[in-house]
């Protein structure tokens, strides 16, 4: 049960801190998860507390891969918002 950092991470630091069990490590190309260390935050928040201060979009994923902040979560967009490329 742990989540993981990928690639569209950068680095901000916002959720070093807030990570209750200090699963969260600066890392280089991107942040990195313990696995061994992530709860998922269960016991200490509702929510896990790297995915809800996290600003990129698919930068943290689950076991199954699934991005926590999934395309459109943040930025209210549609991901199958017409591009002007697409639409020209
Ligand atoms: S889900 Fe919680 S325990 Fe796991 S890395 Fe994120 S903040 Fe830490
Ligand atoms: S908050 Fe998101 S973008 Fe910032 S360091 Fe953590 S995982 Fe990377």
Redesign the pocket.
């Given at each position: 049960m742990?989540?993981r950092i990928v690639a569209h991470c950068t680095n901000c630091w916002a959720?070093l801190s807030?990570?209750?069990?200090q699963?969260?490590r600066a890392a280089s190309p991107h942040f990195q998860?313990n696995a061994d260390?992530?709860?998922?935050?269960v016991g200490?928040?509702a929510d896990?507390?790297?995915?809800s201060i996290c600003p990129v979009e698919g930068a943290?994923i689950d076991a199954a891969g699934q991005p926590l902040n999934p395309p459109g979560s943040l930025t209210g967009l549609s991901p199958e918002f017409p591009t002007l490329s697409s639409t020209s």
């Open positions: 742990a989540f959720c807030l990570c209750p069990q699963a969260i998860i260390r992530c709860t998922e935050c200490d928040y896990p507390q790297c995915a943290i």
